[in-house]
């Protein structure tokens, strides 16, 4: 899928007590393509997360807009994006809703129409993959911040979205761990998948990113 940002403006509620400096975004205009990882960089309060969040449609644009597959998405509704992209937040326990680990993986699906047995194999899958198997029955919230990340970004893969965006998916993780996160990216570009990561982690970007863009005081530098 080809996501396209087109001249998308945003300004928080309030700031136009100040118009010459609460832009969080200005103009911004980008190309994700299918089978690519395009890297933003930028200091904290560049405007970053604002974008990301934009894309999935928690926050609505200004001006501009936001196209996926040369459909504009101005009209959709949350359940319209969540059917084509998979967001990733900086805090990952605000995604995290099921009692225990297993349950977090399982209950979407089986509420879809997959089977018990199916919806726990796939689980099962990828806790073993992210090294979450032996905490399957475990409480959810009481996992450490890397393992919620690791959780988080399995509920991601596991809705296999069209696109995905990952906000610091590195964050808590240590290096064999940022491995198999790197792995599982790189066999969604095979199948296709527009992945955009907002990232600090100069060393992972450089390794894993097809193209980087930066993005200070809510302009996107190319």
Same mark, same amino acid.
């Given at each position: 899928?080809?996501?396209?940002?087109?001249?998308?403006?945003?300004?928080?509620?309030?700031?136009?007590?100040?118009?010459?400096?609460?832009?969080?975004?200005?103009?911004?205009?980008?190309?994700?393509?299918?089978? #690519?990882?395009?890297?933003?960089?930028?200091?904290?309060?560049?405007?970053?997360?604002?974008?990301?969040?934009?894309?999935?449609?928690?926050?609505?644009?200004?001006?501009?807009?936001?196209?996926?597959?040369?459909?504009?998405?101005?009209?959709?509704?949350?359940?319209?994006?969540?059917?084509?992209?998979?967001? &990733?937040?900086?805090?990952?326990?605000?995604?995290?809703?099921?009692?225990?680990?297993?349950?977090?993986?399982?209950?979407?699906? #089986?509420?879809?129409?997959?089977?018990?047995?199916?919806?726990?194999?796939?689980?099962? #899958?990828?806790? &073993?993959?992210?090294?979450?198997?032996? &905490?399957?029955?475990?409480?959810?919230?009481?996992?450490?911040?890397?393992?919620?990340?690791?959780?988080?970004?399995?509920?991601?893969? &596991?809705?296999?979205?069209?696109?995905?965006?990952?906000? #610091?998916?590195?964050?808590?993780?240590?290096?064999?761990?940022?491995?198999?996160?790197?792995?599982?990216?790189?066999?969604?570009?095979?199948?296709?998948?527009?992945?955009? =990561? =907002?990232?600090?982690?100069?060393?992972?970007?450089?390794?894993?990113?097809?193209?980087?863009?930066?993005?200070?005081?809510?302009?996107?530098?190319?």
């Amino acid at each position: 899928m080809i996501v396209e940002a087109r001249a998308l403006s945003f300004q928080y509620p309030g700031s136009a007590l100040y118009p010459a400096s609460n832009f969080a975004l200005r103009d911004v205009s980008f190309t994700v393509r299918s089978g #690519e990882i395009l890297a933003l960089c930028g200091s904290n309060g560049s405007g970053k997360t604002t974008l990301g969040k934009l894309l999935c449609g928690l926050l609505k644009p200004q001006s501009g807009a936001i196209y996926f597959d040369d459909e504009e998405s101005t009209s959709w509704s949350l359940g319209q994006f969540g059917k084509h992209i998979g967001y &990733l937040f900086q805090e990952p326990a605000r995604q995290i809703f099921a009692p225990t680990v297993l349950q977090d993986l399982t209950f979407v699906q #089986e509420i879809s129409g997959v089977s018990a047995e199916g919806a726990r194999a796939r689980a099962m #899958e990828l806790l &073993l993959r992210f090294d979450l198997a032996g &905490l399957a029955e475990q409480g959810s919230l009481t996992l450490s911040r890397g393992e919620q990340q690791r959780l988080a970004i399995c509920g991601l893969l &596991l809705n296999r979205p069209k696109v995905l965006v990952f906000d #610091e998916p590195t964050t808590g993780l240590e290096a064999r761990r940022k491995d198999i996160f790197a792995a599982a990216l790189h066999e969604c570009l095979k199948q296709g998948v527009s992945v955009l =990561i =907002i990232s600090h982690d100069r060393a992972f970007i450089t390794a894993h990113a097809t193209r980087q863009v930066k993005m200070e005081g809510g302009v996107l530098h190319v």
